[in-house]
């Protein structure tokens, strides 16, 4: 069964092949992606591995967490997989409690309040 990794406190110019490289030695690597900005497309400094052998995984963690890799000592360790939350969609602001507006009514701050 494969297990996924998360490699973190990377280089920003760690490239997908120089994971698959690193962890290739401890196991076969199904895939090595890179967390990239969705704009600038500039890597986060974080990315996951997959391998198809959980031992082989185990070993690759054991091994790599803490290692320097590119200048910088990677944090490895077992991908947790986590829940997407809802965000909320919509207005923010009206008089929607956590909104924007706050519940201050209509009473927006500005020149208008300071009738001379």
Do not use: C, W
Not at 11 to 39: H, W
Not at 49 to 66: C, H, K, P, R, V
Request: charge should be neutral; avoid cysteine.
């Amino acid at each position: 069964m494969a297990q996924k990794i998360y490699v973190g406190n990377m280089n920003y110019a760690t490239t997908e092949e120089t994971l698959s490289s690193l962890f290739s030695q401890y196991g076969e690597v199904v895939s090595a992606v890179v967390i990239k900005d969705r704009y600038t497309e500039q890597s986060k400094g974080f990315g996951f591995i997959e391998m198809s052998d959980a031992q082989a995984a185990e070993a690759a963690i054991a091994t790599l967490n803490g290692k320097e890799v590119e200048g910088r000592r990677i944090r490895v360790n077992a991908a947790e997989d986590k829940p997407r939350t809802q965000r909320p969609r919509g207005n923010f602001g009206g008089n929607r409690e956590g909104g924007f507006n706050n519940n201050r009514g209509n009473d927006r701050g500005g020149y208008d309040n300071y009738r001379y």
